[in-house]
C-alpha cells in the first residue's frame, strides 16, 4: 500500500510518543515513561458490584500485554471502559494522552470473542466497517488500505466471500483486519480465540504474532487461556478477583518465535498459574 492512500485514511494522532522499556513485576505503572496506553487508578461500579478498583497500567508502544484474570474480575469492563464503551468510571483511562471521555478512545481498535460479521456483506464490506467515518470506503485509497488488511491477514482471494462461506478463524481474521482498518494505536482484544478448536486457536495465534510484528500495533489481549497469554505477550497483567485490581505482572522475556514447550516458557505459566491461584 502506498504512503499516498495510507494518509488519506489514516485519523491524526498525538505527538510524543515513545517506545519505552517495559520493566515488570507488580509495579505496572512503572513500567513506560510516556506509554500509548495510560490507566491510572481505574474504578468501576456497576449499582453493588465494584467491577474494577484502583487497577493501575502503563502499555508502551508496540508492546504486546495479555490480561488474565478469574471470571468476573473485570476483563470485559476493562476493555469497555478503554474503548469508550463505559463514559461513567473513576481514576483517569489515555490513549497517546488523551483520556478516553475526551476522544482518545477513537484510537483504539477492537476485535471480540465472537467475529461480529455482516451477513449480507463481503469480507471487503466487513473489514470497511472498520475505516474512518470520514473516509468514503469506494475511494481508491480506502480499496487499496482495505485490500492490503485483506491481505495482511492472509485472507486474499476471500475479499468477495461472504461470512457464511469462511471458516470460524477466518472470520476472525476478517474481524481483526476490520479493527486494524482504523489504523489504531492500540488494538484490544477480547477472547478472540475462545470459540475455535485447539489447532484453528494456535494457527490464529501465530498469525496474530506476524500481523502484530509487521504492522507494530500495540496490543491487549484479555483471554482465560494462561498458555496463550504466555505464548504471545511480552507482560501478562494478573487480575485479582473481584473486585478486579493488579494481582501481579509477569515478564515474559523471552525471544520469537517461541515454542509452547520450551521449559521457561512452561515455567513462566506455572507462575501465571500460580498468581492466579488455580
Ligand atoms: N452491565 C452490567 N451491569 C451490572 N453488572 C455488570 C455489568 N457488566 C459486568 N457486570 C459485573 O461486573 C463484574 C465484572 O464483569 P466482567 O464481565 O467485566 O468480568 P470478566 O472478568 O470479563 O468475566 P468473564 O471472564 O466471566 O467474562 C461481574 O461481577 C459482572 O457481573
Given at each position: 500500500?502506498?504512503?499516498?492512500?495510507?494518509?488519506?485514511?489514516?485519523?491524526?494522532?498525538?505527538d510524543?510518543?515513545?517506545?519505552?522499556?517495559?520493566t515488570?513485576?507488580?509495579?505496572?505503572d512503572?513500567?513506560?515513561?510516556?506509554?500509548v496506553?495510560?490507566?491510572?487508578d481505574?474504578?468501576?461500579?456497576?449499582?453493588?458490584?465494584?467491577?474494577?478498583?484502583?487497577?493501575?497500567?502503563?502499555?508502551?508502544?508496540?508492546?504486546?500485554?495479555a490480561v488474565?484474570?478469574?471470571?468476573?474480575?473485570?476483563?470485559?469492563?476493562?476493555?469497555?471502559?478503554?474503548?469508550?464503551?463505559?463514559?461513567?468510571?473513576?481514576?483517569?483511562?489515555?490513549?497517546?494522552?488523551?483520556?478516553?471521555?475526551d476522544?482518545?478512545?477513537?484510537?483504539?481498535?477492537?476485535?471480540?470473542?465472537e467475529?461480529?460479521?455482516?451477513?449480507?456483506?463481503?469480507?471487503?464490506?466487513?473489514?470497511?466497517?472498520?475505516?474512518?467515518?470520514?473516509?468514503?470506503?469506494?475511494?481508491?485509497?480506502?480499496?487499496?488500505?482495505?485490500?492490503?488488511?485483506?491481505?495482511?491477514?492472509?485472507?486474499d482471494g476471500?475479499?468477495?466471500?461472504?461470512?457464511?462461506?469462511?471458516?470460524?478463524?477466518?472470520?476472525?481474521?476478517?474481524?481483526?483486519?476490520?479493527?486494524?482498518?482504523?489504523d489504531?494505536?492500540?488494538l484490544?482484544?477480547?477472547?478472540?480465540?475462545?470459540?475455535?478448536?485447539?489447532?484453528?486457536?494456535?494457527?490464529?495465534?501465530?498469525?496474530l504474532l506476524d500481523?502484530w510484528?509487521?504492522?507494530?500495533?500495540?496490543?491487549v489481549?484479555?483471554?482465560?487461556?494462561?498458555?496463550?497469554?504466555?505464548?504471545?505477550?511480552?507482560?501478562?497483567?494478573?487480575?485479582?478477583?473481584?473486585?478486579?485490581?493488579v494481582?501481579?505482572?509477569?515478564?515474559?522475556?523471552?525471544?520469537?518465535?517461541?515454542?509452547?514447550?520450551?521449559a521457561?516458557?512452561v515455567a513462566?505459566?506455572?507462575?501465571?498459574?500460580?498468581a492466579?491461584?488455580?
Amino acid at each position: 500500500m502506498s504512503s499516498d492512500a495510507d494518509a488519506d485514511v489514516t485519523p491524526s494522532s498525538a505527538d510524543g510518543v515513545d517506545a519505552a522499556t517495559p520493566t515488570g513485576e507488580a509495579d505496572p505503572d512503572s513500567s513506560t515513561a510516556d506509554p500509548v496506553l495510560a490507566v491510572d487508578d481505574l474504578r468501576k461500579r456497576y449499582d453493588d458490584t465494584v467491577a474494577l478498583d484502583g487497577v493501575d497500567l502503563a502499555v508502551a508502544d508496540e508492546e504486546f500485554v495479555a490480561v488474565v484474570g478469574p471470571s468476573g474480575c473485570g476483563k470485559s469492563t476493562l476493555l469497555r471502559v478503554l474503548s469508550g464503551l463505559e463514559a461513567e468510571f473513576g481514576g483517569r483511562v489515555a490513549v497517546d494522552g488523551t483520556d478516553v471521555r475526551d476522544g482518545g478512545s477513537d484510537a483504539v481498535g477492537m476485535v471480540f470473542q465472537e467475529p461480529r460479521l455482516l451477513d449480507w456483506a463481503d469480507v471487503r464490506e466487513n473489514v470497511a466497517v472498520g475505516l474512518p467515518s470520514d473516509v468514503d470506503p469506494a475511494s481508491p485509497p480506502a480499496r487499496e488500505r482495505v485490500d492490503d488488511l485483506i491481505e495482511t491477514v492472509g485472507l486474499d482471494g476471500f475479499a468477495e466471500s461472504r461470512p457464511d462461506e469462511l471458516s470460524g478463524g477466518m472470520a476472525q481474521r476478517v474481524s481483526l483486519a476490520r479493527g486494524l482498518a482504523y489504523d489504531p494505536s492500540v488494538l484490544l482484544l477480547d477472547e478472540p480465540f475462545s470459540a475455535l478448536d485447539r489447532l484453528t486457536k494456535a494457527d490464529q495465534q501465530d498469525h496474530l504474532l506476524d500481523v502484530w510484528e509487521e504492522r507494530g500495533t500495540t496490543v491487549v489481549l484479555v483471554t482465560h487461556d494462561v498458555e496463550e497469554a504466555v505464548y504471545l505477550a511480552d507482560r501478562v497483567v494478573v487480575l485479582s478477583g473481584q473486585p478486579g485490581t493488579v494481582a501481579s505482572v509477569v515478564d515474559v522475556d523471552i525471544d520469537r518465535p517461541r515454542d509452547r514447550a520450551d521449559a521457561d516458557l512452561v515455567a513462566l505459566r506455572r507462575e501465571v498459574t500460580d498468581a492466579l491461584g488455580r
